[in-house]
């Protein structure tokens, strides 16, 4: 369980917490809780997210269980630099989706007192690694991975299955497109599909 820092002022250095794992599991839902308790507490706090992420709405951040909070769409990791000026708290929703330079970007805040709380997918639909996120969990202070449940075994999920058809890594999806699945799942999943293109 993540027990919240206090944010200090006039502190030199604030940090970086990561909330990663497959889709469904809570990500989004953890970071807006964190991010509204901030506001509670009367801190500086601005949110970001990709502006490719238009699925529920363009500017807000919402979780599959439509909780909201407002959000800056920006176009690369770069500008939030520029736009956190001045917060205490600075929350990124879907970082997978982000250059590499997320990582820097991240770290300099962190590096100037800011507390950053990055929500993203830790691997793909192949369950690779995905994009900046190993190297954002390398470098944070706090790691916290949340599980969906698995589909078809009602186990905890660490997956993100899949289910509609394509090989682009980037498809923004719901229940049509992924499901959460366990580790004996996914590669059951896998072996069957690679049967199936086989014949």
């Not at 300099?108 to 793909?124: E, T």
């Not at 995905?130 to 944070?140: D, S, V, W, Y």
Request: glycine residues 6%; negative net charge.
């Amino acid at each position: 369980m993540f027990l919240e820092n206090p944010v200090t002022p006039n502190a030199p250095y604030g940090w970086i917490e990561v909330i990663c794992g497959s889709m469904f599991s809570g990500k989004t839902e953890e970071l807006i809780r964190r991010l509204k308790r901030a506001k509670i507490a009367k801190q500086r706090v601005e949110i970001f997210k990709p502006l490719i992420d238009t699925r529920y709405d363009e500017t807000m951040v919402v979780s599959h269980d439509d909780n909201q909070i407002p959000s800056t769409p920006v176009p690369a990791a770069a500008n939030i630099r520029l736009l956190a000026d001045g917060c205490d708290v600075v929350g990124i929703d879907e970082a997978q989706f982000f250059d590499d330079e997320i990582v820097a970007v991240c770290n300099d805040l962190a590096n100037k007192g800011v507390r950053v709380v990055v929500a993203g997918l830790d691997m793909d639909f192949k369950g690779n690694p995905f994009g900046p996120m190993p190297n954002l969990m390398a470098t944070a202070e706090y790691v916290t991975k949340v599980h969906a449940i698995c589909k078809r075994t009602g186990n905890l999920a660490n997956y993100s299955h899949r289910i509609a058809n394509g090989e682009s890594l980037v498809l923004l999806g719901e229940n049509q497109e992924y499901e959460p699945l366990s580790r004996a799942a996914f590669h059951k999943a896998i072996q069957e599909e690679k049967k199936r293109n086989d014949r």
